[in-house]
Each structure stands twice: as structure tokens, then as C-alpha cells.
């Protein structure tokens, strides 16, 4: 069992660095997770990996063990009620009332490996043809650089694929390649994928339509969410629509960040300026 000055370290090192909040319980996770990291850097164990960390550290060691306290659990089409409110309400009435800059901006707050944009992105084109002579952004933004790069290669293997992903859309928009899958090369290049720490500042994010911030701030405490919320709904264009998880609570959203249904889906919209 990983000793309790080793977990006080880590999990102090980790909070600070990205608003992953390890609380006691955590232990096993944290130990299990560091000694495959220590394993694979070819240390002798956590002791070895704790001195490293504590007197000797690099910028880059630092990010490897944030890196392995991330959870990148995806698939596509998650929850599946976002991805039809985009088609039957949100992207229509943008259309129409974007009309004149001919724009629209997506962000995927912590893509992981990419099946959240990927599924935007699909939305878009399979029923969107018009968007395509539109300026389209979708940015995509991780703090682990690992899931940023697979997501910007766009393979993905055969698990993967059979999660979310209806086979129509497999067959239209992946290719077989050995016994990987990958994605179109239209739909990648609709994608900005990118580094980024919720915990920094928004850098290039700004006047975004629609974002999705799911499943990641259920690992940050109350203060460190809100604030992320807030900077979220700041970087939002007026009448621009949030999905969190949808287990998520939006406790810490400002107060003109009002609650909207779309069928079964829920999300926030920013309202007027
Ligand atoms: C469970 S995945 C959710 C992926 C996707 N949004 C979805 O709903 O399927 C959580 C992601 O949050 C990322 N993450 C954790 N802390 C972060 C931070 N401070 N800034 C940006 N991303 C972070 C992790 O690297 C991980 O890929």
C-alpha cells in the first residue's frame, strides 16, 4: 500500500497541475496507475518515481504523472441525446441565424482520444451539407497530449468502433487498414486538436457556439469547477449552448446560463447579451 506521505505528494502534485482531485480512497488508483508509469520509465518502483518527482524533477515528468492520473474513458456518439439535439435544433436555428458570417464554432473541452469531436463532426456532414462552404471550427483540447495524439491520427481499432458508432457511419466515413480503422481525411481536417489544461487560459478559444465539457469536471473539487465553468460560459457566444455529462450537476454555472431541453437532452444556454 502506497504510503500516505507518497499519496499526499502525488495527489498534491496532480491537483495543482490539472484540478484532478484524489481524495483518500483514491489510493489504490493512484498506486496501481504509478507503478505501470514507473514500470515504463524503467524505475525500480513509486519510492524511486516519489524521489524523481520530489528532488529532481523535469516539466515533463510532471505532465507523465498527470498524464497517468487521467481517465480517457470514450466512445462515439456518447449519450447519443447531445448528438440529436444538434441535428433537430441547435444546428438549424444557428444556420439561421448565423446566415450572415456563414460561421460556426464547436470546442470539445476534453476530447480524450477524439470520438467526441469525431461525432460532431460526422453530425455535421452527414446532415449538414450546407455547413461545408461555411467556416466551421471544432476545436479539440485534452490535457493529456497522449489522447490528443491519437485523437489527431483518427485510428482506431475495432473496440472502439463498436462503441457508439452506428455501422452506416463506420462503412461512410472509415477505412479498414490492417486491423485498425481510419477516420476520413474530410473529417479530420474539420478538427483542431490540440494540448490544453482547463486549469490555464483559453488560448485561440474564443466565440464558441456550441461546447461540449462532458465527463471532466466530475474529477475536480467544487471551486476548481466553477471557476472552469465560468471561464467556459465567458469564451461562449450569446445564445450559445453547453452539454456536460449527463449524470453531471451544473452546480457553479452562472446564473445567465439557463437551463434548455431538447427532447431528451439537456443543456445550458447563454443567453443574450
Ligand atoms: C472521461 S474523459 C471524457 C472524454 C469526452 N469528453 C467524453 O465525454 O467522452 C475525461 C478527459 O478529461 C481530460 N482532463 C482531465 N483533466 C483535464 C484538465 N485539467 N484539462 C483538460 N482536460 C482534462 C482527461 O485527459 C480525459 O481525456
Known sequence: MISPEHFRFFSELVRSSSGISLQKGKEYLLESRLNELSRVLGMRGIDELYRKAKFNSSPRLKDQIVEAMTTNETYFFRDQHPFQALKDHIIPELLDKKKDTRSMSFWSAACSTGQEPYSIAMTITEHFPELLNWRV????????????????????????VNRGLPVTML??????????????????????FRKMNLLTPFIGINRIDVVFCRYVLIYFDQPTKKAILEKIAKVMNPGGYLFLGATESPAGLPPWMKRVNFGRAVCWKKEQD
Not at 137 to 160: C, L, M, P, W, Y
Not at 181 to 186: G, L, P, R, S, T
Open 171 to 192: 462503412v461512410k466515413y472509415f477505412k479498414q487498414q490492417g486491423a485498425f480503422w481510419m477516420i476520413d481525411e474530410k473529417l479530420k481536417r474539420m478538427i483542431r
Open 137 to 160: 471550427d471544432i476545436h479539440a483540447t485534452d490535457i493529456s497530449q497522449a489522447a490528443v495524439n491519437k485523437g489527431k491520427e483518427g485510428r482506431f481499432t475495432q473496440v472502439e
